[in-house]
Nanobody, 123 residues
Framework: VQLQESGPGLMKPSQILSLTCAVS??????????WNWIRQSPGKGLQWIGY???????IYSPALTSRTTISWDTSKNQITLQLSSVTPEDTGVYYC????????????????WGQGTQVTVSS
């Protein structure tokens, strides 16, 4: 299984960030897999953004839910993250990761990660 993120790199405040995660080696609709977006900002730890599940259901971090949309294109086997109204605080490396745990029961197991894509928000 391989995950490959892609995105714009440099953005201006208030724009909408759109990132894509291309998944190869398996179908994103395979049962009991959850496709997550996670970021790491400079000097901070990992921050979970949200996921889209094998059945298309989505769950977002309460801290980001008002600005986040995660969707998929099953014909391309891709996951997309949209984050609206970005600010410099959204600068960081964005990762997609597969979770084979049971997030509904509070357990996670991230077993595959992409290499990450840098996003810089600056005026």
């Amino acid at each position: 299984v391989q995950l490959q993120e892609s995105g714009p790199g440099l953005m201006k405040p208030s724009q909408i960030l759109s990132l894509t995660c291309a998944v190869s080696g398996m179908s994103i609709t395979n049962k009991y897999h959850y496709w997550n977006w996670i970021r790491q900002s400079p000097g901070k730890g990992l921050q979970w953004i949200g996921y889209i599940a094998y059945n298309g259901g989505t769950i977002y971090s309460p801290a980001l839910t008002s600005r986040t949309t995660i969707s998929w294109d099953t014909s391309k086997n891709q996951i997309t993250l949209q984050l609206s109204s970005v600010t410099p605080e959204d600068t960081g490396v964005y990762y997609c990761a597969r979770d084979v745990g049971t997030p509904g029961a509070g357990t996670t197991e991230f077993d595959y990660w992409g290499q990450g894509t840098q996003v810089t928000v600056s005026s």
